[in-house]
């Protein structure tokens, strides 16, 4: 595959990869050019042991993302730079309670009402 005439280097595998139980890629070219549907279908002759290892996989993919995601957000110049600075102004000012004494102080008035 090539992008503005420049050729890509192959996909290296997730490590323990094994081409027959997983995909490296979806719909993307790569590998065995493997489709969503196609993918989908060969999950589906996986073992339950085999789906509960993929689906950890999968998961701990997610995490990733999101981490890596959050940490763009508040770095310098992210989306949340600006409220990042806010939250720590607030901290600063003493406008802020520990998270404890405001889920305690909840738990009472849900205790309270419910007598």
Same mark, same amino acid.
């Given at each position: 595959?090539?992008?503005?005439?420049?050729? &890509?280097?192959?996909?290296?595998?997730?490590?323990?990869?094994?081409?027959? !139980?997983?995909?490296?890629?979806?719909?993307?070219?790569?590998?065995?050019?493997?489709?969503?549907?196609?993918?989908?279908?060969?999950?589906?002759?996986?073992?339950?042991? !085999?789906?509960? *290892? &993929? #689906?950890?996989? #999968?998961?701990? *993919?997610?995490?990733?993302?999101?981490? %890596?995601?959050?940490? %763009?957000?508040?770095?310098?110049?992210?989306?949340?730079? %600006? #409220?990042?600075?806010?939250?720590?102004?607030?901290?600063?000012?003493?406008?802020?309670?520990? #998270?404890? @004494?405001? &889920?305690?102080?909840?738990?009472?008035?849900? @205790? *309270?009402?419910?007598?």
């Amino acid at each position: 595959m090539t992008t503005g005439g420049e050729a &890509l280097p192959p996909r290296t595998p997730p490590t323990g990869f094994r081409k027959k !139980e997983f995909a490296v890629s979806l719909n993307s070219g790569y590998g065995d050019g493997m489709t969503v549907e196609a993918i989908k279908e060969e999950i589906g002759h996986l073992s339950e042991p !085999e789906r509960k *290892q &993929l #689906l950890d996989w #999968l998961e701990e *993919q997610e995490e990733a993302a999101w981490d %890596r995601e959050i940490e %763009r957000d508040f770095a310098p110049g992210g989306r949340g730079e %600006r #409220l990042m600075a806010e939250v720590e102004a607030d901290i600063a000012a003493g406008r802020t309670r520990p #998270l404890a @004494d405001v &889920l305690a102080e909840a738990k009472a008035r849900r @205790d *309270q009402s419910g007598s």
